[in-house]
């Protein structure tokens, strides 16, 4: 029999409000008892109810709505002003249907590079759009901004590894901290960020035992991986990829959840199982 279908993606099998709201002592709670946290990226509020509904934990409206969504080549040219607009989105879909996911938006390309108090200009538009925490790319001079938002009470995810918005510095999407030295470095960046109180850690196309090392270093601050292995405290997608829909090619850190059958709620049901399991990643398929 056909299931009863409310808007925004509720179904009778997942009600909305069923769960308790994600927030940071939680997400600490997550870490502390090795439970997977569950992210993907939205960048509406019918996909954000949806993938509410399906049970993720972390929402992340992330910059890769440049190339999702606007078609750009790389996230570089994703305004502040785009991403108030998607955030306040997907917020306004999570509070249509009193949704438990924790609200995470990044600080896109040049909006905290120049300052701190640039920084805390451009969290704070993103916060009063709906966002609960912001995310920022990069090491060793971010720690700084990092403890300037957090003192001020904006939680931080930072970001390591892969970083696209310095994707031409780094000379194309590439497998980051490989060899000895740039694992080191790694470390001690992510140290000093949690340090500085990032409360969790994106760790996009590293080494799987380096993701590891680093997942067990840090006992503060969740590590989230994409392209990084099956060691970190959490794993995230980029919706569209797990979905199947691509304007490129795939990266092979991806699995497409659609291929099980069913719609997309289901899909997003079944990352959330995987990833709370352990069974995805496949570090033989997804990882280096
Ligand atoms: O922008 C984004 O979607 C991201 C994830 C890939 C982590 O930063």
Not at 237 to 252: F, N, T
């Amino acid at each position: 029999m056909a299931e009863t279908t409310a808007p925004y993606g509720a179904t009778a099998a997942h009600p909305p409000a069923a769960r308790k709201s994600v927030n940071l002592p939680r997400l600490a709670d997550m870490q502390a008892r090795g439970e997977k946290i569950a992210m993907l990226t939205a960048y509406d509020a019918t996909f954000a109810a949806v993938a509410d509904a399906a049970g993720v934990d972390c929402l992340l409206v992330g910059d890769s709505v440049g190339m999702v969504c606007q078609g750009l080549p790389s996230t570089v040219g994703v305004s502040l002003e785009t991403m108030r607009h998607h955030t306040e989105g997907v917020a306004r879909g999570l509070q249509r249907v009193q949704g438990a996911a924790f609200l995470v938006a990044d600080l896109p390309f040049g909006s905290y590079q120049q300052s701190r108090e640039q920084a805390l200009a451009s969290a704070t538009v993103l916060m009063q759009a709906g966002a609960q925490m912001v995310k920022l790319e990069g090491g060793g001079w971010t720690t700084e901004t990092v403890r300037f938002l957090v003192e001020r009470g904006i939680p931080v995810c930072a970001h390591l590894g892969l970083t696209p918005q310095t994707v031409h510095a780094l000379g194309g999407y590439r497998v980051q901290g490989k060899g000895d030295a740039a694992a080191a470095l790694l470390l001690a960046q992510a140290l000093a960020l949690q340090d500085a109180g990032a409360a969790l850690l994106v760790l996009e196309m590293v080494p799987a035992a380096l993701a590891t090392t680093l997942t067990r270093e840090l006992t503060r601050c969740a590590t989230i991986g994409i392209g990084a292995g099956r060691g970190t405290a959490g794993q995230v997608l980029v919706l569209h990829d797990m979905l199947g829909m691509h304007l490129a090619k795939a990266p092979r850190f991806v699995r497409n959840f659609m291929a099980g059958g069913g719609g997309i709620q289901d899909a997003i049901a079944a990352y959330v199982r995987a990833v709370k399991e352990g069974s995805f990643p496949d570090d033989a398929l997804h990882a280096w």
